[in-house]
């Protein structure tokens, strides 16, 4: 997976190996895999290439991927994800409402896929914040939790959204929700080590810091707190709140999330 952009970013379909692994080329899929298979592959393709386009500034073309890897598997997920993304980047830079309004069609066309695609909420949360709509945002996320109780990447959004808001208290509690399910999640322990921060809680701060490095070591913002951390003690200051932050599918009606 690449790295997240603000909303989410986009997903490279070729490096996430736990949602599908590829080792054969496009042409010995075709003689060898049944045709469901070389459909996957030549989405995994277009994604692929689309993710390359968009990190050099193409959105334009990149979108043409995404929505011929939609046409090539439209039961894919991470593609109507990706599509979404790329048509919410251009909306924003480029003052577009239209292409807003047409990657919330799509990030819920993702969830009809894959109603639990973290970035997808993400990316959506985002979207319906910007325009205005925190409360529908929170129903979004309040929604996710309910329906999918044991996951944690649904608490760690809605603690997000809940410190973007300065409800510290709240967005504490629903990390240790999440740390409650799963204990070793590295985001939920580097942002309860945050709040914590802020709080004035060095000594708690640097504990979760450092539990989350133990679980994922390639976090240099993490280890550069660890680190100030260690150094000043005590008397570190806490740390400010961070600062609230060609088209498919036309006639799609999906679920009511918000």
Avoid at 35 to 47: E, F, I
Avoid at 50 to 76: C, H, W
Avoid at 117 to 138: I, K, N, P
């Amino acid at each position: 997976m690449l790295p997240l952009l603000p909303h989410g970013g986009l997903i490279d379909m070729m490096r996430t190996p736990d949602r599908l692994r590829v080792s054969l080329t496009a042409a010995a899929c075709c003689v060898l895999l049944a045709h469901a298979g070389c459909t996957q592959m030549t989405s995994t393709a277009l994604n692929a290439e689309g993710v390359r386009l968009y990190q050099t500034g193409d959105y334009r073309n990149s979108m043409d991927k995404f929505n011929k890897a939609i046409a090539a598997n439209p039961k894919e997920a991470t593609s109507y994800y990706n599509m979404a993304a790329a048509l919410h980047k251009n909306g924003k830079l480029y003052n577009r409402p239209e292409d807003l309004q047409q990657a919330e069609r799509l990030y819920n066309q993702c969830l009809d896929y894959d109603g639990d695609h973290a970035e997808c909420y993400r990316g959506l949360t985002v979207l319906l914040t910007e325009t205005g709509r925190q409360d529908s945002a929170f129903r979004l996320l309040e929604g996710w939790a309910g329906r999918s109780p044991q996951n944690p990447e649904s608490r760690i959004e809605l603690a997000r959204l809940l410190e973007e808001t300065q409800n510290y208290p709240q967005a504490t509690t629903r990390l240790v929700e999440a740390l409650s399910i799963d204990p070793q999640n590295a985001r939920a322990l580097t942002a309860l080590g945050r709040l914590r921060e802020m709080a004035g809680d060095q000594s708690q701060a640097l504990a979760n810091y450092q539990r989350s490095l133990n679980v994922n070591r390639f976090q240099p913002e993490v280890a550069a707190r660890v680190a100030a951390l260690q150094a000043s003690g005590a008397g570190v200051a806490p740390m400010m709140a961070a600062p609230a932050t060609t088209r498919t599918v036309e006639r799609w009606t999906g679920a009511v999330r918000y």
